[in-house]
């Protein structure tokens, strides 16, 4: 109809998959609404529902939690961080769908394996009790392992081949820094610290009573300097052995003195190359989420745009 103007819109029906378009014509005093339904649709008065045990969270002493309560009270929910994770997890699921290729059964095995002594369970017994906490049998066990060997196949797949030349370009982030990491409580305290450090009134491998006033936790770390990089700023950028970096403002509210004992040169690593291999997939899945369509079904629409933008940015 010429001049007339219009706007399909639609809902995927949750039960069935199938999708329900309905045509909108402005009329004076209201809207049109003109929809097919074909034979054995769901009816109308039906669709988008659910079954109020799916609504039910859990119950505590005869009172139910419903899944709306649960998240209303789900702040962090709210958080760029958090919801990464969710569109990150699903970006994988679908690439991992996608490729349709099933671990083999040794490929299974050393994620079996792996799984296992990452998290102590090194006998059978304590396998067994590991699962039994968790209410899982074995056939699920080696469903979420064999997820892992997908994830797993799939990295491998996206890093192929670049590793190297991701190294050669950013060689100086790689660096390995030992550091002495000086966290106090007060700022003040930290400041006093950072400055006699800097004077050499101090050595750094001397802890004298002054030094530790105010001190919460002393301890020896060995950092990338790009990850010096993001706490301290540009100052860890060229840092050699001997740098005195800080005071830095932690989240906690406490500040951080960071003393560099040592600089060993990049080296490219196993401990390095899987470094590399991350930064390569977060890349990967960073592309993939700003030519993600991502639909919220929770939230504000104010919220959930400046969401949204915080994942696309």
């Known amino acids: 109809m010429p001049g007339v103007g219009m706007r399909l819109v639609w809902q995927r029906e949750a039960a069935t ?64 961080g958090l919801a990464i994770r969710l569109v990150n997890a699903c970006l994988v699921e679908e690439a991992v769908a996608a490729a349709r290729a099933d671990p083999a059964d040794e490929e299974l095995q ?28 074995h056939a699920r066990l080696e469903e979420v392992v064999a997820a892992e060997a997908a994830v797993a196949s799939l990295r ?12 050669a370009e950013h060689r100086d982030a790689f660096d390995r820094l030992r550091v002495v990491r000086l966290r106090y409580g007060d700022a003040a305290e930290a400041g ?17 009573e002054a030094m530790l006033g105010g001190l919460a936790t002393c301890r020896m770390e060995g950092n ?48 390095t190359r899987k470094v590399v291999e991350r930064r390569l997939f977060d890349s990967w899945l960073r592309d993939r989420r700003r030519e ?13 745009d400046e969401l949204t933008a915080q994942l696309k940015a």
């Open 110 to 137: 050393r994620a079996m394996d792996a799984f296992r002594r990452a998290r102590g369970l090194l006998t059978t017994r304590a396998t067994q009790a590991w699962m039994a906490e968790r209410g899982i049998g």
């Open 156 to 167: 491998a797949r996206v890093t192929a081949g670049r590793a190297e030349d991701y190294f």
């Open 224 to 271: 990338h300097r790009e990850d010096l990089v993001a706490l301290h700023g540009e100052q860890a950028g060229d840092a050699r052995a001997g740098a005195v970096l800080g005071p830095h403002r932690l989240d906690d509210g406490g500040s951080a003195v960071t003393c560099v004992l040592a600089v060993e040169p990049a080296a490219l690593d196993e401990i």
């Open 17 to 80: 998959g199938d999708y329900h378009y309905d045509l909108l014509l402005p009329s004076p005093g209201g809207t049109v609404s003109l929809a097919f339904a074909p034979d054995r649709a769901i009816p109308w008065p039906l669709r988008g529902g659910q079954r109020s045990g799916e609504q039910l969270v859990l119950r505590v002493n005869g009172t139910d939690v419903l899944i709306e309560q649960a998240v209303s009270l789900l702040d962090a929910l709210w958080d760029a």
């Open 292 to 304: 993600a369509h991502v639909e919220w079904f929770w939230g504000s629409t104010a919220r959930t």
């Open 192 to 208: 006093s610290a950072a400055a006699r450090l800097r004077d050499g009134e101090e050595p750094i491998v001397l802890a004298t």
